[in-house]
């Protein structure tokens, strides 16, 4: 079995400094899929996240001076990458089509870390709209969410149609959402989506 070539990243990072393409093509090889991923946890979209990937290299590539390799890359980069996550959220305030997307993305984050884990706040505010919503939504929501059962076995469960699991899924995140909005602000709502991707 070959082993791995050692990576000496100090090393490459001041060869990028003096401007080498090589250099520079080293570290997207092995920073590129890790931010991919947590991209695509996020936008759920491919495209958008090679759009967002390619941003944020051009932005490594311009700032290459910039960068101390003692302080580590990894902290930089993600740094450059979860300001431009700040600037998504943005964005958000004013697509409630996408906030809602995101934000049904983020849901299980909340249902599945402890408070000692997470602001007690903002747990509590998330189970708090959950316990709003009607007894058949919120089974729903918790089954699909929580317990992770497919909707086909959550269908068979409640003796439902498929359609209306996923309908039923969809009204809860409207709730949940309008449920924070009336009580909390609109910005809180992004905060919570916010802090949820950044804990991918």
């Not at 490459?12 to 695509?40: C, G, H, T, W």
């Not at 759009?51 to 302080?71: G, H, M, S, Y």
């Amino acid at each position: 079995m070959k082993e791995e070539a050692y990576f000496d990243e100090a090393k490459v990072l001041e060869e990028m400094k003096q401007d080498s393409i090589a250099a520079f093509n080293q570290l997207y090889s092995k920073y590129a899929p890790i931010l991919y991923q947590r991209l695509l946890r996020l936008l759920k979209n491919p495209e958008s996240v090679e759009e967002i990937l390619q941003d944020v290299f051009l932005k490594i590539w311009n700032k290459r001076e910039e960068i101390i390799p003692e302080k580590g890359f990894k902290t930089f980069i993600y740094r450059i990458a979860d300001n431009m996550a700040i600037d998504l959220f943005r964005k958000i305030g004013r697509d409630k089509a996408l906030q809602l997307e995101l934000w049904a993305a983020s849901i299980s984050f909340y249902l599945h870390t402890e408070e000692r884990v997470l602001d007690k706040e903002k747990v509590s505010i998330v189970q708090e709209a959950i316990q709003s919503l009607p007894p058949k939504r919120r089974d729903i929501l918790m089954q699909c969410k929580f317990e992770e059962k497919s909707y086909k076995e959550v269908a068979e469960m409640m003796g439902i149609s498929v359609s209306t699991v996923s309908n039923q899924l969809v009204s809860a995140m409207k709730d949940i959402r309008e449920y924070i909005v009336k009580n909390y602000r609109e910005d809180y709502l992004i905060s919570l989506i916010f802090i949820a991707v950044l804990a991918f």
